[in-house]
């Protein structure tokens, strides 16, 4: 079993900044890609930013210059760094993990559960 555990979202001005930290455990022989998505009201999910075991990052254009993500290996983590939120970065958050559980042979995608995030104007 292989569990998601994010956290960090919440309520903020526009011009503010949240972090969001997604933890993967459980049976996890090896990890891939990290990253988030969101999803906004009305709207399909969409990429925010991945980042791949090398250290290789990739970015929407609507959050380049603004998002950070980064990930720390040795705790099953990826955090999302998010300064100069403007109130169109309201969204469900979800992180992204493609791993390979223990005692499987293939990469598979595991979600978090989700954690909201609303800028005011």
């Known amino acids: 079993q292989v569990q998601l555990v994010e956290s960090g979202g919440g309520l903020v001005q526009a011009g503010g900044s949240l972090r969001l930290s997604c933890a993967a455990s459980?049976?996890?022989?090896?990890?891939?890609?990290m990253g988030w998505y969101r999803q906004a009201p009305g709207k399909q999910r969409e990429l925010v930013a991945t980042?791949?075991?090398?250290?290789?990052?990739n970015y929407a254009d609507a959050v380049k210059g603004r998002f950070t993500v980064s990930r720390d290996n040795a705790k099953n983590t990826v955090y999302l760094q998010m300064n100069s939120l403007k109130p169109e970065d309201t969204a469900v958050y979800y992180c992204?993990?493609?791993?390979?559980?223990?005692?499987?042979?293939?990469?598979?995608?595991?979600w978090g559960q989700g954690t909201q995030v609303t800028v005011s104007s």
């Open positions: 459980g049976s996890i022989f090896s990890i891939n890609t």
């Open positions: 992204n993990i493609n791993l390979i559980p223990w005692r499987d042979s293939q990469l598979r995608d595991y």
């Open positions: 980042m791949t075991t090398g250290g290789r990052s």
